[in-house]
């Protein structure tokens, strides 16, 4: 069986490391390769940081608009592969087909905003703040920067960085998730045809040896981390102990609220997708639906008829609304959870626990699942799922349900669904999350906008995507400068 190769310097390079994991097929268990894994992934990623640094100091000293050029390029190889770019996807993680075209096109989005870089990294200068002194601020980059991301998006997560990073003149190093390493090879015989130094952009592979080389490496000066929130603790606090600048999006547990006067068919319809897209496995997946005044009845059965119309399978077949959760044990500990809910007193609406696939059979497959009457003050309420599961809880008013929003220990996103517009204004005001939808079930900024976590959603200052980005990978010089206006008469 393959295993992969690290991309490092310009060129594939087999790992230093000793030993391997497999990478499945969530749908089948069909082994698709091996990826490095554990000793040696370290040594890989000192390789990795040498050329980049030699790297970095040639780009550096490109012009942004010719550094640019390069992306547009990258666009164009991305959009003519996006039909096999989703395939792998679809092949490794198991979303559907649909949901991996969609993934691509939101990669592409950040191409595009980070080929604003010209504009985007602009300083600041005024003229005489002093008589015959000017001041400036400009903008540099780091150095060699890295990022850490996670399985459920093979694709797109990279992109909220690469290219901002690569943009305003630094090298940077990928290091995907061990679970779905094959899109970025894919990505990465894209970049292969780039006219950009040798190890400008690298490709490592490993899992917690490789991360934990990429925090202690003195010459990393930047790390972008996307994963579950007790790694970006880790990851934050260590890379910033190292004196790294550090962003890192954890894990979530996104609210939605549904007032009485929310369009009811349209609402269930929205919720729905955002519960069961992607199998649950999205950091903006609504997970606990609540019902305000006393249409949960009417908005129950709303959610209960467009849920059963979805369609579980292999997301490379037709007319497929949900793959399978990304592992065996995944799958294990969301039926776990799904029992703990029921001995925490809630009752089961809708059952996905034991789904059969036919010809799917050994897929890591669950149908939709509702709970209703989830306990307020039980574990479940407070726990991310990461899984096909929508709760259902009723409260008496918005005062309440805000109170429930702002008490969890996760700020990603909240959704309000209303006709009303005080209502709408009030929540987008008061909600402590980071990302709000208002009458949207999946408030995911596009690439113009900062993915803004809050809370134990995120660590740091600056988020990834459009101008933070753009921050987050220089660093700002400022000047003063005297010229005396008795100087130019000399000639
Ligand atoms: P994960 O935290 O297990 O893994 C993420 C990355 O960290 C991987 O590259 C992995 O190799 C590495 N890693 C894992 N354990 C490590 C350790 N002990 N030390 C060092 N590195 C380690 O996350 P996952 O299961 O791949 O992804 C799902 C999680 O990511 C969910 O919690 C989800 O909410 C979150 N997520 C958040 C966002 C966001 O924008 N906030 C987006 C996508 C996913």
Redesign the pocket.
């Known amino acids: 069986m393959e295993i992969l190769k690290n991309y490092i310097d310009g060129a594939w390079m087999p790992s230093k490391a000793t030993e391997t994991r497999d990478v499945v097929n969530p749908a089948t268990q069909e082994i698709l390769v091996r990826v490095p894994y554990g000793g040696g992934t370290g040594a890989d990623v000192d390789l990795a940081v040498q050329s980049a640094s030699k790297a970095y100091r040639e780009w550096s000293k490109v012009p942004v608009i010719k550094r640019t050029q390069v992306l547009y390029k990258l666009k164009a190889l991305m959009e003519e592969q996006s039909e096999t770019l989703a395939e792998i996807i679809t092949r490794e993680s198991g979303k559907t087909y649909g949901e991996s075209i969609g993934e691509i096109q939101r990669a592409i989005e950040n191409i595009e905003v980070a080929c604003g870089t010209p504009m985007l990294m602009a300083g600041d200068i005024i003229e005489d703040i002093a008589t015959g002194i000017d001041e400036m601020m400009i903008r540099q980059p780091l150095g060699v920067a890295a990022c850490?991301?996670?399985?459920?998006?093979p694709g797109m997560?990279v992109f909220w960085f690469l290219p901002y990073a690569i943009a305003t003149g630094n090298a940077f190093i990928v290091?995907?998730?061990?679970?779905v390493p094959l899109t970025m090879m894919k990505i990465f015989e894209l970049i292969d045809q780039l006219d950009i130094p040798k190890g400008l952009v690298s490709l490592v592979h490993?899992?917690?040896e490789?991360?934990?080389a990429i925090l202690e490496h003195p010459t990393i000066k930047a790390i972008s981390?996307?994963?579950?929130?007790?790694?970006?603790r880790?990851?934050y606090s260590k890379g910033t102990a190292n004196g790294k600048r550090v962003q890192a999006?954890?894990?979530?547990k996104n609210p939605v609220v549904v007032l009485p006067d929310a369009d009811l068919e349209m609402s269930a319809k929205i919720i729905a997708d955002s519960v069961y897209g992607c199998a649950g496995?999205?950091?903006?997946a609504a997970s606990t639906i609540i019902t305000v005044g006393d249409q949960q009845g009417q908005i129950k059965e709303a959610i209960y008829e467009t849920v059963k119309t979805r369609t579980t399978g292999y997301g490379l077949d037709k007319d497929i609304n949900m793959g399978p959760v990304?592992t065996p044990e995944s799958k294990t500990r969301i039926q776990g959870l799904i029992q703990q809910g029921l001995d925490e007193g809630a009752n089961l609406l809708l059952d996905g626990r034991n789904a059969s696939i036919p010809g799917y059979e050994k897929g890591n497959f669950l149908t939709p699942t509702i709970l209703e009457n989830v306990a307020l003050d039980k574990e479940l309420i407070r726990t991310?799922i990461?899984g096909p599961v929508m709760s259902l809880v009723a409260m008496k008013n918005i005062d309440e349900a805000l109170q429930f929003v702002n008490g969890g220990n996760y700020g990603?996103m909240a959704c309000l669904f209303t006709s009303s517009g005080a209502s709408a204004r009030r929540f987008r005001n008061e909600a402590d999350a980071g990302n709000i939808g208002i009458n949207i079930g999946v408030a995911a900024p596009m690439a113009q906008f900062p993915?803004s976590?809050w809370k134990d959603?995120?660590f740091g200052d600056l988020h990834?995507q459009g101008k933070h980005a753009i921050e987050f990978f220089t660093q700002t010089k400022v000047v003063i400068e005297r010229w005396p206006n008795i100087w130019s008469r000399k000639f």
């Open positions: 850490i991301t996670p399985f459920n998006f997560i290091k995907p998730s061990e679970k490993g899992g917690k490789s991360v934990d981390f996307v994963g579950s929130t007790p790694i970006a880790y990851i999006q954890g894990g979530a496995q999205r950091c903006l990304i991310e990461f990603n993915f976590g959603s995120f990834g």
